[in-house]
């Protein structure tokens, strides 16, 4: 809708990670929980394949089935993440208990760090990791 | 600067990704003649290692030496990647030249999907994949 109406000129510059999973169709029922996502797209094979956007607020990101032929690959194929998220949310506390609630991991939980952000670390069950926080500004440290 | 003067209740929710890379001061020079990314922030430890906000434009995103002990993989290390990095863009043709001229990798040039986006992908000299492109809108398909 706001991609018909813009121009093909007036594009502002965005970086969004897309997330490789197993189970894509879970994930995203697993982020809508976790983060109060909101699904703004969904495209879906005849395997079940998703191709998603989520929208948390005003915050964008993309999830996709992986597809080790496309160099796509889940946590779970590599052992590993090679790209965790930085999740900035006014109240860091909560959004960090939701997202356990919903069946993510603590890595640590929320702190405030001597460089100045209340933040923690969780995995998710699809084996990508967020530190949710947000910058303690003049409040505290 | 901004984190300074605002409140403790206004954070805007953001996501953004946090790229693990062998050799991160490198990376930084890479992403700046690739992207045209500027630097906001850069906390550096004694071994040379990185932890670096870059903008590109009004996106952002971060970058670190990976810290396996940490969980902090590159995709070196991982042999593959677990996201890839969706980077809209006003003029992906340009942006794409700019970054393959600064060492990127084509994976596929950019072109015109019937999903209506004119996007290419690359893979950068530290093993990351970005698709760079813009949602086409009425323009053309």
Redesign the interface.
């Known amino acids: 809708m706001g991609?018909?109406?813009?121009?093909?000129?007036?594009?502002?510059?965005?970086?969004?990670?897309?997330?490789?999973v197993r189970s894509g169709a879970r994930a995203i029922e697993f982020y809508k929980a976790a983060f109060g996502a909101s699904e703004s797209f969904r495209?879906e094979n005849e395997s079940g394949e998703v191709v998603a956007r989520l929208s948390?607020?005003?915050?964008?990101?993309?999830l996709a089935d992986e597809s080790?032929e496309h160099?796509?690959?889940?946590?779970e194929?590599?052992?590993?993440?090679?790209?965790?998220?930085?999740?900035?949310?006014?109240d860091p506390d909560a959004a960090f208990e939701q997202a356990v609630k919903a069946g993510a991991t603590v890595?640590w939980p929320v702190e405030n760090q001597p460089?100045?952000w209340r933040v923690g670390r969780v995995?998710d069950p699809f084996?990508?990791?967020w530190?949710i926080g947000?910058?303690?500004?003049?409040?505290s440290v």
Do not use: C
Not at 56 to 62: H, I, K, L, M, S
Not at 134 to 139: A, D, I, N, Q, T
């Open positions: 991609d018909e109406s813009r121009s093909a000129t007036d594009q502002k510059t965005a970086i969004a990670p897309m997330l490789s495209i948390v607020g005003e915050a964008e990101f993309w080790p160099l796509n690959f889940s946590p194929s590599l052992g590993g993440g090679s790209v965790r998220m930085v999740m900035t949310v006014n890595v460089y100045g995995v084996g990508h990791h530190e947000k910058p303690l500004g003049r409040v």
